[in-house]
């Protein structure tokens, strides 16, 4: 097994590469202007911004309602685990991992103080969920054009590069983590399949999560006067997030835009105006992130060595 010392540098050199292929890519089909004119067109649509800020928050509160679903009574109210969700989606947005998971590992442990496997049983459970109500909603939503779409080229092209990526990265993030005892999985096991309800409600909070995180993409595609079915902007923001599930730039800059560019494309949507909506959709999720999150800092009482603090806590234990 490759070491630690080696993987971090690996996937360090792969994140760099990423990065400046994405920036020569868009330098390619974008220039400065276009980008600049739309999101100048967003910020003069205040009742647009006023749409995707609230349904983004939504989103986060159900996020919250899904994990408090999960976890024992009274540990948290859905406000303290909402403002927890924001900050670890700050970190997201700062670190080139899914570091935001540390944190909330963090928070549950030490202003909760609940025990180590209870917290990373449910945390990691909420991300299990992400990816479980993703794929699921993803093959109904595309249920009737499964057919048509398996026969185009460029979707097996795109599934194909997003499968890569995933199981890529997935694999390092695996070769990073400590060996787990069999109890702590069998303990981890038994705890959802003695909660099936609570798992069941918390997969429906999960699931309007979701729907209700596709406002970003509904009103950019809005502003710039896209023409675009609700129901495939949803299925093309899932596929976009489970491309990200495991991320190594921060913010997953460079797979966001690749993958939602993608997917747009497939709708006859022009590469250009794709890959348009995707940057600035993605860069409206960037400054909602340091604003919410950073708020939300202040509001909680957090400061940067508590970040810091979570960013230490041991990946294994995650």
């Known amino acids: 097994m490759l070491s630690k010392k080696l993987l971090r540098p690996a996937i360090r050199l792969i994140a760099a590469g990423l990065l400046i292929w994405f920036v ?3 330098a390619t089909f ?32 159900a996020k919250a309602l899904a994990w408090q679903t999960l976890l024992p009574a009274n540990v948290a109210n859905t406000r303290d685990l909402f403002g927890y ?18 944190f909330r590992f963090w928070a549950l442990l030490k202003r909760h103080q609940q025990p180590w496997l209870a917290t990373t049983t449910v945390v990691a459970g909420t991300r299990i ?23 185009n080229p460029r979707v097996r ?20 983590q400590r060996r787990k005892k069999s109890g702590v999985t069998a303990s981890r096991l038994f705890y959802f399949l003695g909660n099936t309800p609570r798992v069941l409600l918390a997969a429906w909070w ?54 939602m560019s993608s997917l747009l494309g497939l709708y006859g949507i022009d590469p250009t ?10 860069a409206w999720k960037f400054v909602y992130s340091f ?26 234990n995650v």
């Not at 739309?38 to 989103?59: E, I, K, T």
């Not at 479980?132 to 249920?143: F, H, K, N």
């Not at 499968?163 to 997935?170: P, R």
């Open 273 to 282: 105006q794709a890959l348009l909506v995707a940057v600035i959709a993605h």
């Open 206 to 259: 999960t699931l309007v999560s979701w729907f209700l995180e596709t406002v970003v993409l509904w009103t950019v595609l809005a502003t710039l006067e896209v023409p675009f079915h609700w129901k495939d902007a949803w299925l093309v923001n899932n596929l976009t997030i489970v491309g990200q599930v495991f991320h190594i730039t921060p913010g997953a800059i460079g797979t966001y835009e690749t993958s």
């Open 30 to 61: 974008l220039r400065g202007e276009d980008v600049l004119n739309g999101l100048l067109r967003l910020a003069q649509s205040p009742w647009w911004l006023l749409f995707a800020c609230a349904g983004y928050s939504l989103a986060f509160y």
């Open 291 to 316: 604003i919410g999150g950073g708020l939300t800092m202040w509001w909680q009482g957090f400061g940067v060595r508590d970040l810091r603090a979570s960013m230490e806590t041991k990946e294994s």
């Open 85 to 102: 969700l924001q900050i670890a989606n700050l970190i997201n947005h700062l670190a080139p991992v899914k570091a935001g998971e540390l």
């Open 157 to 176: 092209m795109a599934g194909a590069f997003l499968l890569l990526l995933a199981m890529g990265v997935g694999i390092m993030w695996l070769l990073l």
């Open 129 to 151: 969920l992400d990816v479980l109500v993703l794929l699921g909603s993803s093959l109904l939503l595309a249920g009737p054009h499964l057919p048509l779409l398996i026969e």
């Open 24 to 26: 020569a890519h868009a």
